[in-house]
T-cell receptor
Framework: GAGVSQSPRYKVTKRGQDVALRCDPI?????LYWYRQALGQGPEFLTY????????KSGLPNDRFSAERPEGSISTLTIQRTEQRDSAMYRC????????????FGQGTRLTVV | AQTVTQSQPEMSVQEAETVTLSCTYD???????LFWYKQPPSRQMILVIR??????QNATENRFSVNFQKAAKSFSLKISDSQLGDAAMYFC?????????????FGKGTHLIIQP
């Protein structure tokens, strides 16, 4: 697609429910990243993929968070048993492979846990 | 682990004036990239400028330029001839340079206000 697409744009869920956030990267982009941005803060790295392989998940806060990219394109970030502290903007970015390539960000999913 | 610090939560500048946003970072790596991203009220993340640590020359993009001081681990952004459209959150970010891609480490941001 023309840009990184995330869905849904907004999600309100009750505490304890599971949520799945979707990211559709720019066509041909090998690398895909997930970030979390709390209000008034900078984005915080969660995890990233090259193709379908998860390269680094050191930023995932706990085992309720997981991510997959089974076919090397669309990725899903899943949060199980959501808690209020999970409320944030979740951003996806994609890039061509290589540290010198620009990462393009999606519009984000605003998650609110009530 | 690397850290990025932006010590100015908010800055204000008159339209057409020049403003400098500060950023310092800490890393044990010798080869890395530094970035400034702009986040307007629409909450997009827009790359403003990028600096490779191995390059001594400071990066410039039109009205935007950086002052990269590697020994001091400082990376400030200068915006010349400020325009109303420059009003946004600005984030400094770091990425280490390896064979493949890597995640970005961001600062907490500086809110830039442009006074008409």
């Amino acid at each position: 697609g023309a840009g990184v697409s995330q869905s849904p744009r907004y999600k309100v869920t009750k505490r304890g429910q599971d949520v799945a956030l979707r990211c559709d990267p720019i066509s041909g982009h090998v690398s895909l990243y997930w970030y979390r941005q709390a209000l008034g803060q900078g984005p915080e790295f969660l995890t990233y993929f090259n193709y379908e392989a998860q390269q680094d998940k050191s930023g995932l806060p706990n085992d309720r968070f997981s991510a997959e990219r089974p076919e090397g394109s669309i990725s899903t970030l899943t949060i199980q048993r959501t808690e209020q502290r999970d409320s944030a903007m979740y951003r996806c970015a994609s890039s061509l492979v290589g540290a010198d390539t620009e990462a393009f960000f999606g519009q984000g999913t605003r998650l609110t846990v009530v | 682990a690397q850290t990025v610090t932006q010590s100015q939560p908010e800055m204000s500048v008159q339209e057409a004036e020049t403003v400098t946003l500060s950023c310092t970072y800490d890393t044990s790596e010798s080869d890395y990239y530094l970035f400034w991203y702009k986040q307007p009220p629409s909450r997009q993340m827009i790359l403003v400028i990028r600096q490779e640590a191995y390059k001594q020359q400071n990066a410039t993009e039109n009205r935007f330029s950086v002052n990269f001081q590697k020994a001091a681990k400082s990376f400030s952004l200068k915006i010349s001839d400020s325009q109303l459209g420059d009003a946004a959150m600005y984030f400094c970010a770091y990425r280490r340079r390896r064979g493949g891609a890597d995640g970005l480490t961001f600062g907490k941001g500086t809110h830039l206000i442009i006074q008409p």
